[in-house]
């Protein structure tokens, strides 16, 4: 039968509310070597506190919600893993959920994590968002916003990555080997880190006094399914020499259409992707790419998240990090006409 607080009172020769006290770490007036002799006591009886009951005393579950948009997706497995470790690390459990990408599934899960009574929700999130819908919806536990932006009430923390600066080294890098015609295949154009990605396209043509055509830029989902559609139905035009793409999906999938085609990469076509997935350098060529620290990012916002529950730190914590441009074999200098 399971050992009960009953028990390590008992066997502690002290009251339950003095057991629960030391579980709770709410000991301060009770003598070291008790405390000592109840925490000995409960590692020898490998008794585990009923986290229900526990609830009931503290109102704290010390659980916590990540919600992300999916888990497939190698950028969000890391940036799961990074917010799992800090929750175990700080004595937190971890409970995430999928959106696909979609809001109503966001906001039903944010819900659903409230009734479980979670201390506090990290969010990325969906791709598709509604500001005048969220603008009214009121989050009444602490919350973290990471990598996209949302727009509900109660946001408290921000962890986003400079998604422009980004995008403009990327680009830059491609001008600087010589490419001028240059797409731009993009997700969702609905969240403020792709519409920075835009941003940091045009100011690298603009900057080089490269026009910009709206024609060379490709609107749809940060996945593979989309990079390899817009390269199988429509094959850039002679003048096309490289390819910019919103995430490392959207470009390995662009770059398998492209090699179904017999076009080269980078020989005829340069392809740069955003994120660094773990793949995007065991795919052939090596995909030239833009970092996103995405196992630091999950790590740091739920890190924050604790720290504003705990009331460490001061709420409405906004912090950027920064991206960096890994060069590989995906892209080279612009052949000669
Ligand atoms: O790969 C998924 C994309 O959406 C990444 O670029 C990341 O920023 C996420 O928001």
Redesign the pocket.
């Known amino acids: 039968m399971a050992v009960t607080i009953k028990d390590i009172a008992r066997l502690s020769g002290v009251s339950i509310a003095t057991v629960s006290k030391i579980i709770n770490g709410k000991d301060s007036d009770i003598g070291k070597p008790t405390i000592e002799r109840v925490k000995r006591i409960i590692e020898e009886q490998n008794y585990t506190p009923n986290i229900v009951a526990r609830s009931m005393v503290t109102k704290k579950t010390k659980t916590i919600g990540l919600v992300i948009?999916d888990v497939r997706?190698p950028?969000?497995t890391d940036l799961v893993r990074g917010a799992e470790d800090v929750a175990n690390e700080r004595g937190y459990s971890l409970l995430f959920c999928n959106t696909d990408d979609d809001l109503k599934k966001e906001i039903k899960y944010i819900n659903n994590l409230i009734e479980k009574q979670v201390d506090g929700i990290a969010l990325?999130g969906a791709?598709v968002r509604d500001q005048s819908l969220e603008e009214n919806i009121d989050i009444k536990v602490p919350i973290v916003s990471l990598?996209?932006n949302v727009y509900f009430k109660g946001v408290e923390g921000k962890i986003e990555?400079d998604?422009f600066t980004g995008a403009y080294d990327a680009v830059t890098h491609l001008i600087k080997s010589g490419h001028k015609r240059i797409m731009f295949l993009s997700?969702q154009l609905n969240?403020k880190?792709s519409k920075d990605r835009l941003e940091g396209y045009k100011r690298a043509l603009a900057d080089n006094n490269i026009e910009y055509y709206e024609n060379l830029v490709v609107v749809g989902k940060?996945t593979s399914e989309f990079g390899y559609e817009s390269m199988k139905n429509t094959t850039p035009d002679k003048a096309v020499t490289a390819i910019f793409c919103?995430?490392?999906?959207i470009a390995i999938g662009a770059m398998n259409a492209l090699k179904e085609k017999n076009i080269r990469i980078p020989e005829d076509i340069s392809i740069v992707g955003?994120?660094d997935?773990y793949i995007s350098s065991l795919v052939t060529p090596a995909l030239t790419t833009v970092r996103?620290p995405?196992y630091e990012i999950g790590y740091q916002a739920v890190e924050m998240l604790i720290d504003i529950m705990e009331s460490k730190k001061e709420a409405s914590q906004k912090r950027e990090i920064k991206a960096e441009l890994k060069v590989r074999e995906s892209t080279c200098k612009r052949r000669s006409e």
């Open positions: 948009p997706n950028f969000f990325a791709a990598d996209r990555v998604n997700g969240i880190l940060y919103g995430n490392d999906l955003f994120d997935i996103q995405s």
